[in-house]
């Protein structure tokens, strides 16, 4: 079955940097569009980034471009999200997940972007 587990969150502070990790199995990587998707407390899932399986082609929810950057490695089966100048409106639980398939996800990493 599909397993996904993301990494690399932290606290950090406003302009700093972090990148995620997500490792994927069970299905075909390679082939697979992806997306990280971010919660904060008691807002809805955003869509921050997507990229198309070969990592061709890649885009961007206006808050974090220019900022973030989405990048794969499919010898690995691991997705990547570079995260740059975060901002305190960052501060979120961070998933990925197939762009074909929202619903299954890791359990996330939390990234808080506090003074």
């Known amino acids: 079955q599909v397993q996904l587990v993301e990494s690399g969150g932290g606290l950090v502070q406003p302009g700093e940097s972090l990148r995620l990790s997500c490792t994927a199995s069970?299905?075909?990587?390679?082939?697979?569009?992806m997306t990280w998707l971010r919660q904060a407390p008691g807002k809805a899932l955003e869509m921050v980034a997507q990229?198309?399986?070969?990592?061709?082609?890649?885009g961007y929810m206006d808050a974090v471009k220019g900022r973030f950057t989405i990048s794969r490695d499919n010898a690995e089966n691991t997705l990547y999200l570079q995260m740059n100048d975060l901002r305190p409106e960052d501060t979120a639980v961070y998933y990925c997940a197939k762009l074909t398939d929202l619903t299954t996800r890791g359990r996330g990493t939390q990234v808080t972007v506090s003074p």
């Open positions: 990229i198309t399986g070969d990592g061709s082609s890649m």
């Open positions: 069970g299905f075909t990587f390679s082939r697979s569009a």
